[in-house]
């Protein structure tokens, strides 16, 4: 790796444009180990005006699109070409939607530096279809592109840590330097990090919780008591942590209980883009795909995809009887089943059956 660094974020939805602005505040005091340039990959898109929202972006300093009125500092280049994008990148960070991750893998291998390093901030996962063993982002990114990959997850809502408000995250690494690295670019007086080896269970975390907001959302919607809501939540988290744990053993129990578990649960559960999603469709009984389409401006709902993935993965393994809530969530997301449902099945929770 060259002494200055350079980066490259994969990504510049919401939390990519945020996560790049972040980064390029810090470089710059950062002179002698970092390249002063943030590079944003960009996917590009014509704007209702006819204005290509990277020049957009490279001349107003500014997401018009996916992070409106949130000044970026100069420092950040959008460049619609990923090959041009990631060309010399020591540090890769990814936060693109997870549906598109295989494909951007793809159009990336043999283009990244051999000594670079990734880290996912990606929420989501694949089932895959062969084995039905979990197919994680990270994996995807280690085995196509033939670099380590970090994780980072936490209750982090772009918009606040774009306005600087206090929040913490949880890095996976299992490499000192990478971590130091990561230190480095990330932590701030509002944003502090904390670090743990299991990066696969932290990204398995981020990528859950958005199924279970998702139930929060339903039954808020369905104006259930906050007792319910409150059952809801500890139910849907122990679902969280028994899943993870059918994919791996944690180093320890405290990592549930770090920013990327309970925290960013909270965060999604109390106003999130999948709980807004879920407590509309509750209230109104119109699709997550109308909603998806009218109401987000082009943004991307996490919660239905994965509840489709979890569904797929604990049916192939039997074990749908034992995840309830997740079980459920899948079910009214494709229409099968109402949202009431999950409310009146929690009394028939197998966490009853244990004490
Ligand atoms: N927004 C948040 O507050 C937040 C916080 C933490 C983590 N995340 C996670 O970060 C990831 C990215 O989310 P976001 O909020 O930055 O995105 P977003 O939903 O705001 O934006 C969608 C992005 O998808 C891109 N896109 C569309 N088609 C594409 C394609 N074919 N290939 C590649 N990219 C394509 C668009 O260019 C746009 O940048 C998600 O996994 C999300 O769960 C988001």
């Given at each position: 790796m060259s002494s200055s660094?350079?980066?490259?974020?994969?990504?510049?939805?919401?939390?990519?444009?945020?996560?790049?602005?972040?980064?390029?505040?810090?470089?710059?005091?950062?002179?002698?180990?970092?390249?002063?340039?943030i590079v944003m990959w960009c996917k590009e898109e014509i704007l209702d005006d006819g204005s290509k929202l990277t020049?957009?972006?490279?001349?107003?300093?500014?997401?018009t699109k996916y992070l409106p009125n949130k000044i970026l500092p100069e420092n950040v280049l959008a460049v619609p070409a990923l090959d041009e994008a990631v060309k010399d990148a020591d540090i890769l960070i990814f936060v693109i939607p997870h549906q598109f991750v295989k494909q951007t893998c793809e159009e990336l291998k043999s283009?990244?530096?051999?000594?670079?390093?990734?880290?996912?901030?990606?929420?989501?996962?694949?089932?895959?279809?062969?084995?039905?063993?979990?197919?994680?982002v990270s994996e995807i990114i280690k085995s196509t592109l033939n670099i380590p990959c970090l994780s980072m997850m936490g209750a982090n809502i772009a918009k606040e840590v774009a306005d600087k408000v206090f929040c913490e995250a949880t890095?996976?690494?299992?490499?000192?330097?990478?971590?130091?690295?990561?230190r480095q670019l990330i932590d701030r007086p509002y944003f502090r990090v904390r670090f743990y080896p299991d990066v696969e269970i932290?990204?398995?975390?981020?990528?859950?919780?958005?199924?279970?907001?998702?139930?929060?959302?339903?039954?808020?919607?369905?104006?259930?008591?906050?007792?319910?809501?409150?059952?809801?939540?500890?139910?849907?988290?122990?679902?969280?942590i028994n899943f993870c744990r059918l994919h791996a053993k944690e180093s320890s129990p405290d990592i549930y209980l770090e920013s990327c578990g309970i925290a960013d649960?909270?965060?999604?559960?109390?106003?999130?883009?999948?709980?807004?999603?879920?407590?509309?469709?509750?209230?109104?009984?119109?699709?997550?795909?109308?909603?998806?389409?009218?109401?987000?401006?082009?943004?991307?709902?996490?919660?239905?995809g994965t509840a489709k993935e979890v569904y797929t993965f604990l049916k192939g393994k039997n074990l749908l009887d034992q995840f309830p809530v997740f079980r459920d969530a899948y079910l009214i997301?494709?229409?099968?089943?109402?949202?009431?449902q999950l409310l009146e099945n929690l009394t028939h929770h197998p966490e009853y059956n244990e004490k």
């Amino acid at each position: 790796m060259s002494s200055s660094k350079k980066i490259a974020i994969v990504g510049s939805g919401n939390w990519g444009s945020t996560i790049a602005g972040h980064v390029g505040e810090k470089v710059l005091q950062l002179q002698d180990e970092y390249d002063q340039q943030i590079v944003m990959w960009c996917k590009e898109e014509i704007l209702d005006d006819g204005s290509k929202l990277t020049e957009v972006i490279n001349e107003k300093h500014e997401n018009t699109k996916y992070l409106p009125n949130k000044i970026l500092p100069e420092n950040v280049l959008a460049v619609p070409a990923l090959d041009e994008a990631v060309k010399d990148a020591d540090i890769l960070i990814f936060v693109i939607p997870h549906q598109f991750v295989k494909q951007t893998c793809e159009e990336l291998k043999s283009k990244v530096k051999s000594d670079a390093f990734a880290i996912t901030l990606i929420k989501g996962f694949y089932v895959d279809e062969e084995t039905n063993e979990l197919l994680l982002v990270s994996e995807i990114i280690k085995s196509t592109l033939n670099i380590p990959c970090l994780s980072m997850m936490g209750a982090n809502i772009a918009k606040e840590v774009a306005d600087k408000v206090f929040c913490e995250a949880t890095v996976g690494s299992r490499d000192s330097r990478h971590s130091e690295i990561v230190r480095q670019l990330i932590d701030r007086p509002y944003f502090r990090v904390r670090f743990y080896p299991d990066v696969e269970i932290i990204e398995i975390l981020g990528a859950l919780k958005n199924v279970i907001a998702m139930c929060a959302g339903f039954a808020d919607g369905l104006k259930a008591g906050f007792n319910t809501r409150a059952a809801i939540l500890r139910l849907g988290f122990r679902e969280m942590i028994n899943f993870c744990r059918l994919h791996a053993k944690e180093s320890s129990p405290d990592i549930y209980l770090e920013s990327c578990g309970i925290a960013d649960l909270i965060a999604s559960a109390l106003g999130g883009r999948n709980y807004n999603g879920a407590k509309k469709m509750a209230e109104t009984s119109r699709s997550l795909e109308d909603i998806e389409r009218e109401d987000l401006n082009g943004q991307l709902l996490q919660g239905p995809g994965t509840a489709k993935e979890v569904y797929t993965f604990l049916k192939g393994k039997n074990l749908l009887d034992q995840f309830p809530v997740f079980r459920d969530a899948y079910l009214i997301c494709q229409g099968q089943v109402e949202p009431k449902q999950l409310l009146e099945n929690l009394t028939h929770h197998p966490e009853y059956n244990e004490k």
